[in-house]
């Protein structure tokens, strides 16, 4: 029964779930932590049940990707070992796990909505598992398109994030986000063509379409458009964070997304982490780059009260 359980957890990824973190951004990019005590702590208790309800819908959007896969999954040498493709957890089971993690996620974005007042955050979250379902029979069979598909859930978490505490919704913070996430499915879409040779359509259709060189140039566009992005961000915005003020105090958090960005570049061509980027919190340099860059954003934050 043991076994059967952590099945069952595998089935919703939780190593996955590191990327709800992004839930948080507009929590702390509107300054809200510099709140009096109770209202930020409440905001902060918000965003902690927003980021557990995304962890079960995106579990739910995670099982029912697996179901739709089953069968390309056996072909890969990785996937392969997944619960479902491997056996170890039937259709039903996957299936009625699914729809068991969305429903949860759905109660507790139901009372984020309700006891905040944030109907639109109970919206967002509705559409998380619609998108998993248009992403999983559609969107990853169109080229581009299914990078753009990977993209949307991203900006999802974060726009679900500033809902569920009522802040502004910076464009600058979606387009930063847009951006680096079509550089991590790119890098990604590369890894697994490499990685499959003549075989990679049996994994995943799209990557017919696909060309190494292809992939080179879009991954080189998108790296430089995120950095680019980010440094006018930090010049031109209007920093809710820095208490409105016109000083680009941020800019100095530059050079810590340069070498992230650099650093995730690095690591996707020269190692495997491009086929599972939630590798990338176990490379040294890469987390105390992250730690850096959120301690010196907080920082900012603090001396701008």
Not at 46 to 62: D, I, Q, R, T
Request: proline letters at 5%.
């Amino acid at each position: 029964m043991v076994t059967k359980v952590r099945d069952w957890l595998a089935l919703l990824r939780p190593h996955q779930w590191v990327k709800n973190v992004l839930i948080f951004a507009g929590y702390i990019f509107a300054g809200n932590f510099k709140l009096p005590p109770p209202k930020a702590i409440t905001d902060l208790t918000f965003v902690l049940v927003g980021f557990v309800s995304f962890c079960l819908l995106s579990g739910a959007v995670y099982a029912v990707n697996d179901v739709v896969d089953r069968e390309k999954d056996r072909k890969h040498p990785v996937k392969r070992n997944r619960p479902v493709a491997s056996g170890r957890v039937s259709v039903r089971e996957a299936a009625a796990l699914a729809v068991s993690s969305a429903v949860l996620g759905l109660i507790l974005a139901l009372l984020v909505a309700w006891r905040n007042e944030a109907p639109l955050f109970l919206l967002t979250a509705i559409s998380y598992p619609i998108w998993g379902a248009l992403y999983s029979f559609w969107l990853k069979r169109v080229i581009i398109v299914d990078a753009l598909g990977v993209a949307a859930g991203f900006v999802l978490r974060v726009v679900a994030g500033c809902l569920a505490i009522k802040v502004d919704i910076s464009p600058w913070l979606i387009l930063c986000t847009l951006l680096l996430a079509l550089f991590i499915a790119f890098s990604k879409r590369r890894h697994e063509l490499l990685l499959m040779g003549n075989n990679a359509t049996a994994v995943r259709s799209v990557l017919g379409e696909y060309s190494p060189q292809l992939l080179d140039m879009f991954i080189a566009v998108t790296v430089s458009m995120t950095i680019m992005a980010y440094s006018l961000y930090t010049f031109t915005a209007p920093h809710i964070l820095l208490g409105d003020r016109k000083e680009p105090w941020l800019m100095v958090t530059i050079p810590f997304v340069v070498y992230g960005v650099l650093r995730y570049l690095y690591l996707a061509y020269q190692t495997d982490t491009a086929g599972a980027p939630e590798q990338m919190l176990r490379d040294k340099p890469f987390v105390i780059n992250l730690a850096l860059w959120a301690l010196t954003v907080l920082l900012l934050g603090w001396l701008a009260r």
